[in-house]
């Protein structure tokens, strides 16, 4: 039995943010995924409204909020969201 749900995780550096980068590494990795099989994917993510809303206008949905899940530089602990979406409709 193959594995159904692919994971991917993504950084864009400060200095090239707002160029759409983020964007196209998630349209292709969604791509790549359903061309090997796969019938979702999914993300965990630190809590952040802009990486959420972009996920949302590329279809996941929130599926839960994982409490203090990842801590950032400073060693503050953030919430992480599990970001789902199938790929049956690209």
Excluded: C, W
């Excluded at 864009?12 to 349209?27: E, I, W």
């Excluded at 979702?40 to 994982?66: C, D, P, R, S, W």
Aim: proline residues 2%; positive net charge; aromatic residues 8%.
């Amino acid at each position: 039995m193959s594995n159904q749900i692919a994971n991917a995780g993504f950084m864009v550096r400060d200095t090239h943010r707002g160029r759409g980068l983020g964007s196209l590494l998630v349209k292709a990795s969604l791509h790549l995924a359903k061309n090997l099989g796969f019938r979702a994917m999914q993300f965990n993510m630190m809590t952040n409204t802009l990486h959420v809303k972009l996920y949302e206008k590329i279809g996941f949905k929130v599926l839960g909020i994982v409490p203090q899940a990842v801590p950032d530089r400073s060693g503050k602990y953030h919430d992480s969201f599990i970001m789902h979406r199938f790929l049956t409709n690209l």
